[in-house]
């Protein structure tokens, strides 16, 4: 079936640092690729997407590109700020595999937790 | 700027015990659904409401389960005997059409069961 492995944390950085988050995907058919954002709090926000191998989605200084050949969608940020502090989640929604329906429901990964020191 | 609001944030039961889990998602969605994240795991979808009916379930989804959306505004989980395995963060979103639409969430309700 339809699944995804994310990176596991926590993730600690300094504020400007590099980051990736590490998420590759296992699916039939050809999936959309989505990561979505946690504050605390706060519920589950949908920070970029991808429909179709090679996009990129992009939001925030986030960038992250569907890569087919490698079925991955690593999320990476070229300078993080502590405002990024937060449990970021990698998905795949298909209308094949996993339960199938049209409604495409959401399969996530573990999430993994950003801290972003000053 | 609309939201999917829970309630309550943090519910805590004994095992045995019924539970009903709320959510108000946005005004205008169509399509409704429940997941849950157990401590440390993955965050699983439970289940999908379409025009009044459950349109998909997973596994997890067996009797103890059922949703409703009673008044138009609301939509309900409900678990009738709480094991202590269903501790977890239930999550509802909401989204106004199916596959290609966003599903905007809300921030969850932490489950205790003792």
């Known amino acids: 079936g339809n699944s995804v492995t994310q990176m596991e944390g926590p993730v600690t950085l300094s504020e400007e640092a590099f980051l990736t988050i590490n998420c590759t995907y296992t699916?039939?058919?050809?999936?959309?690729l989505f990561w979505y954002v946690q504050y605390p709090g706060e519920g589950l926000q949908l920070l970029l997407k991808?429909?179709?191998?090679?996009d990129k989605g992009s939001n925030k200084g986030f960038e992250a590109t569907y890569r087919k050949e490698t079925t991955s969608f690593h999320l990476e940020k070229g300078s993080v700020q502590v405002s990024d502090s937060a449990v970021y989640f990698c998905?795949?929604?298909?209308?094949?595999?996993?339960?199938?329906?049209?409604?495409?429901?959401?399969?996530f990964g573990k999430g993994t937790k950003l801290s972003v020191k000053p | 700027e609309p939201e999917v609001t829970q309630t309550p944030s943090h519910q805590v039961t004994q095992m045995g015990q019924e539970v009903i889990l709320r959510c108000v998602p946005i005004?205008?969605?169509?399509?409704f659904y429940w997941y849950r994240q157990i401590l440390g795991q993955k965050v699983e979808f439970l289940v999908s409401?379409?025009?009044?009916?459950?349109?998909?379930k997973s596994e997890i989804f067996d009797d103890q389960f059922s949703v409703e959306r009673p008044d138009g505004s609301n939509f309900t989980l409900k678990i009738r005997s709480t094991k202590l395995e269903d501790s977890a963060m239930y999550f509802c979103?909401?989204?106004?059409?199916?596959?290609?639409?966003?599903?905007?969430f809300g921030p969850g309700t932490r489950l205790t069961v003792t």
């Open positions: 005004s205008n969605h169509l399509y």
């Open positions: 699916a039939t058919g050809y999936p959309s």
């Open positions: 979103a909401s989204s106004l059409g199916s596959s290609s639409y966003e599903q905007y």
């Open positions: 991808a429909t179709k191998a090679d």
């Open positions: 409401f379409y025009n009044n009916e459950i349109s998909e």
């Open positions: 998905a795949l929604r298909s209308i094949t595999g996993n339960y199938g329906g049209s409604q495409g429901n959401l399969i």
